[in-house]
């Protein structure tokens, strides 16, 4: 202790001959408000800008709002504008931490996906910023009076006004991601908003400089949490919060499982006579009584094969997951010159993680328009057997009109023949918590066949392997067709793809 | 130079207080203290060169050293411990020299530090601020302060060769 005191005697000593300019650091710097405002320019900078690389677009505003919390904390008892500012980030620092671990939940893509919704919460969230920005602008100027009474140069205002304009183009690009003016006006508004944005950073930085010699008086407030306890606290919740809501929440709810009811006299006629035609019995298991009903009658069925030795990896079973999936396709001849194909899966081991599944098919686009689809889940729940019918949505169908000029020459046989693009049926599920031999279907009928022929079109069942952040919806995905620029593109899935080989002769 | 005087003071009021009150945090004695400042600025701005440093490079100084030197006469009156002071007799040629090395060794550690260990640092040892109220200024507890002191006292310590500098 008395070596300390004399170390720190020497120090107050010796930096006697060496004020602050010898080693670059102005008086100017040294003032009671310099650590807490630079926190909320530097805030009001990380929450304002977007940078969509590198998860950066929801770790800035995350780190921006806990920079403002902490700046807004040292003012908080300067002025009540100040207060205002503390409490306003407080509540939106709560609701970064939830937003940032909901965004890895299906919930919050819902809500996303639904535009009421998301433009309620997008306006309550600029609406709370610009409060923000008003208060900040009032509280600096009653705290940093000069000493002939004057207020600080108001750069504050059009930084406002600039961080409007920034929020306006945003609007817009959301709303209408290409602007109906083409590609250059969407460039225009991007050049614009960087513009407005960096000369927003700019009026900040002035408005940081206007206060030079300027509030000595103001009152900084002790705090009993160190910044670093501050820090440790939001990351820490924010990390436990994402945890159970990538694994638990990134999982939509699976379907609402019934006890399979015993067929129908009518439905186990139609079921004996798919198992003399050859369909295996535990492919017949799946179908469910309005499906067995409408094959009643059947005249023929038969499984496609795979003839083409250059169609690759079109292997009816495959790893995933670290289960084991094994798909097939089944072609049933109805009466009166139709036939109904039936895509089966079944899960022979589950896998490890049940997020989201997606079975898409493409159905033969040279025959007719693919119609009356169905679809159904079993499964084993401890003792019992339950299922629960697929939703089934279309994608494709495109009329010429709604096609660009390069796809309508792409799909001219297709448009030509079915007068819009084929439907491709998929559903989007989960699989059922704690269900064994999960196994499945989706079905549609088509008026007519192609004997002998190649079966165009593929089959794809899709598995997430692993968690993913942010949520992406894999229906919707499936709905888009899921292009190149898609984010579950890149998403950590595997693919069993089994490919429908030749149309069966008609005695099957 | 009367209105010189009266400009500077409106500009820099607000700054005097602000490194006085540091050192005195009593308002009768930062009071008394500043009437001193005040009165020496008057005498020094006819022999203030532009050349040494900027007005507020100037006038800081001046309130620091008044600041200490007040406090130094409260502690006498009071019956405390002197703190250590410069001998009154010039130092001969050898201890300039070993002075002005001295001072530059540590100039170059200062410069070594990031800014805002360097900042706390003046702060302290500078500006002789309360750990309480450098606490307050930079958002943070007194624990945490003083563990920030702490650490930049070893790392002067190993720049300039341990505690025999």
């Not at chain 1, 899960?347 to 079975?359: A, H, I, S, T």
């Not at chain 2, 050898?94 to 410069?111: P, V, W």
């Amino acid at each position: 202790m008395v070596r300390e005191q004399t170390w720190e005697q020497e120090m107050e000593r010796r930096l006697a001959g060496l004020p602050p300019e010898s080693v670059g650091e102005g008086p100017e710097g040294f003032t009671p408000w310099e650590t807490a405002v630079s926190r909320i320019l530097w805030g009001l900078v990380l929450t304002t800008f977007r940078l969509e690389v590198l998860y950066l677009q929801y770790l800035l505003p995350l780190v921006g709002t806990v920079e403002l919390y902490l700046g807004f904390r040292s003012l908080r008892r300067e002025n009540r504008w100040f207060f205002g500012c503390w409490v306003l980030t407080g509540i939106s620092l709560i609701l970064r931490i939830v937003g940032t671990a909901g965004q890895g939940t299906w919930l919050w893509s819902r809500l996303s996906g639904c535009p009421a919704a998301f433009w309620t919460v997008a306006a309550l969230s600029l609406a709370l910023e610009l409060l923000r920005l008003l208060l900040l602008r009032q509280g600096l100027r009653r705290a940093f009076p000069g000493g002939d009474g004057s207020r600080p140069r108001d750069w504050l205002a059009p930084g406002i006004a600039a961080w409007l304009g920034v929020a306006a183009l945003a609007a817009w690009g959301t709303a209408e991601p290409v602007p109906a003016g083409g590609s250059w006006v969407a460039y225009g508004r991007l050049f614009l908003a960087l513009g407005l944005f960096i000369a927003f950073f700019l009026l900040l930085r002035r408005q940081l400089l206007a206060l030079s010699l300027r509030g000595y008086q103001v009152t900084v407030s002790p705090v009993r949490l160190s910044s670093g306890g501050v820090w440790c606290l939001s990351l820490g919740l924010t990390l436990a919060l994402l945890l159970p809501a990538l694994l638990w929440g990134a999982r939509p709810p699976s379907p609402h499982g019934e006890k399979a009811a015993p067929l129908s006299a009518a439905a186990a006629e139609s079921r004996e006579n798919l198992l003399a035609l050859g369909l295996p019995a535990e492919l017949a298991d799946l179908l469910s009584e309005e499906d067995l009903i409408r094959c009643a009658g059947a005249e023929g069925a038969a499984q496609t094969n795979n003839p083409q030795p250059n169609h690759q990896a079109l292997s009816p079973r495959a790893e995933i997951g670290g289960g084991l999936l094994e798909g097939s396709t089944w072609v049933v001849a109805l009466p009166g010159g139709t036939v109904r194909f039936f895509h089966f899966f079944r899960w022979l081991e589950m896998p490890r993680l049940r997020l989201q599944e997606g079975f898409q098919v493409e159905p033969d686009n040279a025959v007719s328009l693919a119609e009356d689809f169905s679809g159904q889940l079993r499964w084993r729940q401890g003792e019992e057997w339950l299922t629960a019918p697929l939703e089934i949505r279309l994608a494709g169908g495109q009329e010429a009109e709604a096609l660009s000029e390069f796809d309508r020459w792409w799909y001219e046989s297709e448009l030509a023949h079915l007068g819009r693009l084929q439907w491709e049926p998929y559903a989007a599920f989960s699989l059922p918590a704690g269900g064994e031999e999960v196994g499945g279907y989706l079905a549609y009928t088509l008026q007519g066949s192609r004997t002998g022929s190649t079966v165009n079109g593929g089959v794809h069942y899709y598995h997430q392997s692993r968690p993913l952040y942010p949520y992406a919806d894999m229906g919707r995905w499936l709905a888009g067709r899921g292009g190149m620029g898609d984010l579950f593109a890149s998403a950590p899935y595997d693919r069993l793809m089994f490919q429908n080989g030749v149309w069966p002769q008609a005695d099957g | 130079m009367a209105g010189d005087l009266e400009r500077l003071l409106d500009k820099y009021s607000g700054m005097m207080a602000y490194v006085v009150r540091g050192i005195l945090p009593q308002d009768q004695e930062a009071e008394e203290c500043l009437a001193e400042v005040r009165k020496k600025l008057a005498e020094g701005l006819p022999r203030y060169d532009p050349e040494k440093g900027s007005h507020a490079t100037w006038i800081t100084a001046v309130c620091r050293h008044a600041a200490i030197d007040h406090r130094r006469r409260l502690d006498r009156r009071q019956g405390e411990a002197l703190t250590e002071e410069l001998a009154d007799s010039a130092p001969g040629p050898e201890e300039q020299l070993l002075q002005r090395e001295r001072a530059e060794r540590l100039r170059d550690a200062l410069l070594a530090l990031p800014d805002g260990e360097r900042r706390l640092f003046y702060r302290k040892y500078y500006y002789l601020q309360s750990t309480a109220q450098l606490a307050a200024e930079l958002g943070t507890t007194e624990r945490a302060v003083e563990g920030k002191l702490y650490r930049i006292r070893k790392k002067l310590q190993r720049e300039l060769g341990g505690d025999r500098w």
